[in-house]
């Protein structure tokens, strides 16, 4: 029966079956705590209240009785923190609900209050799956209500910012009963520049999570006080799964222009020029591409200038910008990855789409490391800077700080593998809450078709069918360009019905969609947007006629993604029917596309098979398993990593802002900072790349963690007992004693397009030196380059990219490999070379030039001597400044500055002649940051 809801008993078992795996839950139940519990709330509504003595009992209080109570129980934070007195405050809680809302707890939300709170007696959070419709937004101002009481302060996380002042305005006369204030972190029409923000003041405060990170990075980066000193005491969580596992590596960033970067762009013209050559289509050489970039800039005559602080980030990023501009060319593609959007300036920009999980336009948000521009290119709109992060802070480092006072609520906590990473990361546990009433909801059986003509008709033809039943249809697609397509096709064949788009979070018009009652016969057309958070409303005459019908048409790997979108319907008890509608071909390349090993774990599998819905699920959970391990083994790790790297930056910023709070050297920190992160990033990237390139070549990448010079590589697959110095410096010696074969690269040592050169001249020498083949994977080609030696007395393999990283791999279950390099026919024919023994070289300078130019491998360090090396250069302006733009604009500064106090103070004779010599001294001081600028770069 779905007209009532379930009895006390009924939910307590349903509850005590659904979470076999909590043995705390089994343990309450078990031990009738939550019962017990749930009667004494009972009890104490019934009866006086032991904190104030009123003349009634709680169950008539009204609103100024509360109030009275609050009062005293604000000054009087330790007794609500005592367990035996949890009962009346909540009974107290639950007759305020009733004095705002003229509605009552259902007993199930009070078990949800009561379970969520028991969670951290055990010293953790608790994360709880209560479908949507059930009272989410309840629950969660009852928990800030008792932890505000308790005189903790309480941040409560939505999905979005329009959410969060929503529950402000909606909450904001409960709240007042207790005497506790409630704003929201949003800026809405007015723009932060510094200080406390008031909302901080406040109880409770509501906000989306990057509202939250915003303002700690003001706060912490920027030392603008933002935050207030608030303390990190409990946070509540909506939508919690997709906060902390599909937006666990999300980030939050404040912009940090970095001055100069756009003499950057006309690289990246250049790069999307030459991929887009029919020279390059043939040869795919992106190697070449790296090559005459670099000539470009290196050349006497350079075509394209770049400031000589910017060049070893240049260089340092070519392979990936080349990568980032196929990737923009071939694979992103607009309403699917992105769409274009025109701004409050009128000015056309990429907006990324969060197509496979929310379905959100993600309006503030840029792709790194060239991709946004490449788009920009493509579709040839104003093309922005590339820039650096120097300030982030991640979801995973947010949470982190409320330690295990995490409360969460979700509609699904998804398959045991997604709730083991929520445990294991955030120290909780979870819980499942049953409905309050029967679900009553019939699951289609899903259809398969062959191709995404049948997909089209298959999805038209079914959702016209039930539309004609005097029902609603949600229809929801995985991109904008799929939802196009079936909203054009029904508004040709169902034009005697209503058809509506939502496809644009950001579109009044569209969103509108979602706010109105469905009626009978509408058809909406959505993406993921509207699989997650939505409560879609009916009318009567729907819910007769079977009540609102959901069509999947994909299926997500994500478990939690897909029973997100079917519970959208027969929600409070109400009817609905839901169905799934794949086009197989699609679906396949897809999966192929994220867990390729299904394939080769099932060798018998047949096409037939793969029509099954029960293979396709399976392959689904392999997929989604493989994804988790990689954000728990991988993501976490190095998310965590950055997190704590930039706290110790914050530290490091504030120490130097005591020394000299200089504008412009703390500038230049940041952007060194920015650099440096940069260069940790490029090598995590390098790694993945060639990890993927050595897997297809069925080798095996090998790590070793503590040393990735090439010097260090070669000696552990030798088996040398040579230290890394000494084989660089037995190479350098090979060269000098025979300068004859590195006769064009000794010639222009001294010219920057010898840096072309290095890496050839370092494999051949070391070919040379050790009578080795020398094979190398980069992360920028499948094929590897071989240096090959006549008559070589064994092969060296490594895999890596210059100046910045090497590894071995190896080789022992690749024949192809092996027999690529057997058959290469280029091989080194200079007269054999005897290994060099130490020996006295007259020629020191020449040694010195080489040892210099050889050094550039070994230039990473860590994030301490990186601070150490900081530190020391901050005394010294000349040192710490490495950009000359921030010389220049010290110096606009200085002349504005002088100009200004001029105007100021000319109207009084006397003061000519101080006016003067101020003048004078900021005029001299911007010569000299002048030519500072000049000694840097002489461009300028």
Known sequence: NNTIEKPFQQLIKEIFDENQNNISVLDSIKKEKIQTFFQSIQLAYSQKSSLIQPTSPIESWNQDNIKEWSTDIKSNHIWAKEQENLSEITAIIQRAIYLYSNYKLRHVQSLSILLLLDSNERDRGRLAQIATGEGRSTIISII???????????????????????????????????????????????????????????????????????????????????????????????????????????????????????????????????INNPTFEKTLNKYAIIYNIKSLILDNNPQITVPKHLQTFVFSQLPLWIENALLARDEYKLDHHYMIKTDEQNINRITPIDYSNTGIIQSSTMWSDGLHQFLQLKHRLKLTSINLTTNFLSNIGFFDRYKNKIYGLTGTLGSNDAKQLLCNVYSVDTIIIPRYKSLCHIKLPTIIVDNKKQWIDTIVQSCIKEANRNRSVLIILETRIDAKII??????????????????????????????QATSGDIIVATNLAGRGTDLKTNKQVEENGGLHVCLTFMPINLRVEQQALGRTSRQGNRGTSQMILNIENFISYLLSVYPKYIDEHPNLSTDDLHEIKYLREWCQKAETDQLYKIRTKDIPEIKLKDQLFQKFCHLLSNLREIDDDEYKLKSVKEQWGLWLKNIDRRDKIKFSLDRNIKMAGCQLIDNNSNNSIYHIINQQLQRHT????????????????????????????NDTNILYIE?????????????????????DQLPIVYKRRNAIQTIFLAGEFDVVYYSFDTNNSENVLKYVSEYQDEDDD?????????????????????????????????????????DQYQKQDEIVKNPFYHIAKADMLIIKSHQFFIRTKQFVRQIVSVGTKQSVERENALQCLNAAIQLDPIY
């Open 144 to 274: 800030a209500i008792i932890k505000a009481l308790q005189g903790l302060h309480v941040d409560i996380v939505t999905s979005s910012t329009t959410l969060a002042q929503r529950d402000t305005e909606k909450y904001v006369k409960l709240y007042d009963m207790f005497h506790l204030t409630v704003s929201h972190n949003g800026e809405n029409n007015y723009i932060y520049i510094s200080g406390p923000k008031k909302c901080y003041e406040s109880s409770i405060i509501y906000g989306d999570v990057s509202s939250f990170q915003f303002d700690i990075l003001r706060d912490e980066f920027h030392l603008l006080n933002t935050r207030a000193k608030r303390s990190f005491d409990v946070v509540i969580i909506d939508e919690v799964d997709s906060m902390l596992i599909d937006e666990n590596n999300k980030i939050a960033r404040l912009a940090d222009y970095i001055l100069g970067m756009e003499f950057l762009n006309p690289i990246l013209n250049a790069i999307w020029q030459a």
């Open 831 to 871: 007269t054999l070379v005897e290994l060099i023994t130490m020996k006295n070289y007259n020629d020191k300078h020449l040694y010195s030039k080489l040892n210099d130019a050889f050094n550039k491998q070994d230039n990473f360090i860590d994030y301490t001597e990186f601070e150490q090396q900081i530190r």
């Open 723 to 750: 230290t890394d110095q000494e084989l660089k410096e037995q190479m350098i010696k090979h060269i000098l004693q025979n300068k004859t074969c590195y006769k064009d690269f000794l010639t222009n040592i001294d």
């Open 487 to 516: 909203f054009k096709e029904l508004r040709k064949q169902y034009s005697h019905g209503i058809v509506k788009l939502y496809t644009d979070n950001t579109d009044i018009g569209e969103s509108n969609v979602i706010y109105s």
């Open 760 to 780: 050839e001249t370092i494999m051949k020498a070391l070919m040379r030196t050790l009578n080795t083949n020398i094979v190398v994977f980069t992360n920028y």
